[in-house]
């Protein structure tokens, strides 16, 4: 007989999370709570202005604070498009462990090495990019805005002929 929604079984803690993350079904990782001062990382407020501090002309850049926050290891910037897109990137791969982002207004699109169809990521949309694989931005809308998060905050960059080969640094 199945058990009813009210068992034990299926009792949740009145501190549990329906997404899981308050710790309830996993260990913490260090003892806590812990103090502002001795936090693993440091309260930022990603507040600064975008810039055209970044290897492509056709966007700007925010730096949204993870990188001071977590003392390099992550880093974030909301990204958004300045002018029509009129160039692929180029093959390239950025020496990082990982590498996401989230597009929260238009859309682009991705070759990948290895990958014989273009990736399209749009609106609300996020993506994995495998870290290390090299890949050529193709093409975006005019009106792109997204956030992209590296794992470290900095990274090299290589570009490579066609998605292969050593590559040669930027």
């Known amino acids: 007989m199945p058990e009813s929604s009210g068992s034990a079984a299926n009792a949740v803690s009145p501190t549990a999370h329906p997404h899981g993350d308050t710790g309830t ?4 990782r260090y003892d806590g709570p812990k103090l502002l001062s001795e936090a693993l990382t440091q309260l930022t407020r990603g507040e600064e202005v975008f810039t055209r501090d970044g290897p492509r002309a056709d966007v700007e850049y925010r730096d949204l604070g993870w990188a001071a926050a977590t003392g390099g ?3 974030a910037k ?3 498009a300045i002018r029509p897109f009129d160039a692929e990137t180029g093959w390239h791969w950025h020496d990082m462990s990982g590498h996401f982002i989230y597009v929260l207004k238009g859309w682009l699109k991705f ?3 290895g990958v014989a169809d273009v990736v399209t990521v749009a609106a609300g949309s996020s993506l994995s990019q495998p ?3 090299a890949h050529n931005v ?3 809308s005019d009106d792109l805005e997204l956030i992209e ?3 470290p905050a900095g990274y090299g960059t290589w570009e490579v002929g066609e ?3 050593a590559g040669v640094h930027k």
């Open 111 to 113: 070759r990948y090495a």
């Open 25 to 28: 079904r996993f260990p913490p």
């Open 73 to 75: 290891a992550i880093g």
């Open 131 to 133: 870290a290390g694989v």
């Open 138 to 140: 193709v093409g975006r």
């Open 78 to 80: 909301h990204i958004r």
């Open 163 to 165: 998605g292969a080969g």
């Open 149 to 151: 998060i590296n794992m």
